[in-house]
């Protein structure tokens, strides 16, 4: 009787290269190449790699708004820029200097690409809710990987969210779609991302209950 193999077809022949990929998606601010232009295919490819994530509540729900006109560009850089401000204000705390930095040429970005679900959020409660942003927000973070992986920097920023209404004139969103996160997007250059200073999985995985640690 022929042994069974432990082989899986479909697993990843390189695992290292997958792992550093998602170990270093990093929100990239600084040393971006704002001349450099995002080409057309590479957006699309890396959107078809974000519709590939698990979906929930609305299904494929998800739709991908690429900015690249100047005029609208700054636009939503004005709201952003606007949005951090009375956020540092509201909370007493200064605005980092990676973020002063973006702030200061985001309307000279390449791109934008705004998240957004095309379903109004339920008002059922808790569970419905997670539902509904359990369902954009991985194909969100599979975008930011595949564009990580071709050598462009991304800015995960919610930050928008809070001003649905104005992003809605720009982009023409249509009544009841909502805007998750906007991911500000240029190849990135003379930057090595590194894993970030983190807590141990030990730290922060329980075995079987809350505050119980793993099994040595």
Avoid at 96 to 105: C, D, S, V
Avoid at 107 to 125: K, T
Avoid at 128 to 153: C, D, E, H, K, N
Wanted: with cysteine.
């Amino acid at each position: 009787m022929p042994e069974h193999s432990n082989h899986n077809p479909e697993q990843p022949s390189d695992l290292a290269k997958i792992d550093n990929v998602l170990a270093t998606a990093r929100s990239v601010r600084r040393h971006l190449d704002f001349a450099r232009p995002v080409e057309r295919k590479v957006i699309l490819d890396c959107v078809n790699i974000a519709a590939q994530a698990p979906v929930g509540l609305g299904g494929e729900s998800w739709r991908f708004v690429v900015v690249q006109k100047a005029a609208a560009k700054a636009r939503l850089a004005a709201l952003y820029r606007d949005s951090l401000q009375q956020l540092a204000e509201q909370r007493g705390i200064e605005i980092k200097p990676t973020q002063q930095a973006l702030i200061g040429r985001l309307h000279e970005i390449p791109a934008m690409i705004l998240v957004c679900n095309a379903l109004p959020p339920p008002d059922e409660g808790l569970p419905t809710q997670v539902a509904y942003f359990g369902s954009i927000l991985p194909a969100a973070w599979s975008l930011m990987l595949a564009l990580r992986a071709r050598g462009i920097g991304a800015t995960w920023t919610s930050l928008l969210a809070s001003r649905q209404a104005e992003v809605a004139e720009i982009i023409d969103m249509p009544q009841g779609a909502v805007l998750t996160v906007m991911l500000p997007i240029a190849y990135a250059k003379g930057t090595k991302l590194k894993r970030a200073q983190r807590l141990d999985a030990r730290e922060i995985a329980f075995w079987n209950r809350w505050g119980q640690p793993p099994p040595d």
